[in-house]
């Protein structure tokens, strides 16, 4: 079974404001991982799930070809309005139904999609496209994962992100279970591929407005949730969070900057 969410075009737009990627770092572990089974230059790299195309385009400078898939026709929009390298591209598809030969990728890449996949069919074509020895990374950070540091009040701001991450907690989609970590790491004991890596703290850090955290939270599927149901409570919540951030950081404006650390988990497989 596959969850189909974030596909509206107001989604779309704060996906493309707010998301963060992953780090330059994380990018690099997948890149040394593929070298190690495949020598440069790499030919194609598929991100599947791409959204609006932030990791995408990480990815495009290490590839002769990067293609970024999605089911949703606006955040495919969004990412094409975004990017100009000219050897990116994107297409319309499912993750269980992808439109390369057999055998003709180098790597494919998921970042906070694999979750909403149908993971077995999802997988199998994984397997079908990739060249031997070519490589899955799949990726992918939770809100409970994060952090918010600013000057000596760090302590404060971060139980404050908790509990703001704690109110959407009972509004999370029931398909994704109590963490969506225990997807990854159960397709990570399935997986056949005998050389695999999973890692669990790949730090990422990213100089964000206050609001702009708060923008980022409210992209998640759980506040998209509260937010269809109850737009009150959602606004409420949001503007709550925003005014005990900036009590705690004894500013007015939710302009000022802080640093968001976000963790990331992510499994790396090579196909035989
Ligand atoms: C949480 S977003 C992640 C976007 C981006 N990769 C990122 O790192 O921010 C999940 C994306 O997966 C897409 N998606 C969900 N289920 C899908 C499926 N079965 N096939 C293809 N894309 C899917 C959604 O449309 C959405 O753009």
Redesign the pocket.
């Known amino acids: 079974m ?6 509206g075009k107001e989604h779309a737009l704060s ?1 493309w404001k707010y ?1 963060i ?1 992953p780090s330059e770092e994380i990018i690099n572990k997948i890149l040394v991982f593929l070298e190690k089974h495949r020598s440069r230059p790499f030919e194609l790299v598929v ?6 195309g ?2 995408t385009v990480l990815l495009g400078p290490h590839f002769s070809k990067a293609v970024g ?4 026709p606006a ?1 495919l929009e969004m990412a094409r309005q975004h990017s100009s390298a000219e050897n990116i591209t994107y297409r319309e ?4 139904e992808l439109p390369f030969e057999n055998a003709t990728v180098d790597l494919v890449t ?4 694999f979750h ?3 993971h077995p069919r999802f997988l199998k074509e994984a397997d079908r496209i990739l060249k031997p020895k070519g490589c899955l990374a799949l990726l992918n950070y939770t809100i409970n994962d994060m952090e918010l540091s600013y000057g000596d009040c760090s302590n404060a701001l971060s139980q404050i992100c908790k509990e703001f991450a704690d109110a959407l907690m009972p509004y999370r989609n029931p398909y994704l279970g109590t963490t969506s970590m225990d997807h990854y790491k159960k397709a990570y004991n399935a997986l056949e591929y005998l050389d695999k890596e999973w890692h669990e703290t790949l730090q990422t850090r990213k100089t964000v407005s206050v609001s702009n955290y708060i923008g980022l939270v409210e992209s998640f599927s759980p506040y998209q949730t509260i937010l269809r149901e109850d737009p009150e409570k959602a606004r409420r919540l949001s503007q709550d969070t925003t005014e005990r951030l900036l009590k705690a950081m004894g500013v007015t404006s939710p302009d000022t900057e802080i640093v968001l650390s976000v963790r990331y988990y992510c499994l790396l497989a090579c196909k035989p």
Not at 2 to 7: D, M, N
Request: proline fraction near 3%.
């Open positions: 596959s969850v189909r969410l974030f596909e996906y998301r990627s991100d599947v799930g791409c959204g609006s932030q990791g898939t999605d089911v949703s955040q598809c499912p993750a269980e998921s970042m906070s999609a909403w996949f149908d």
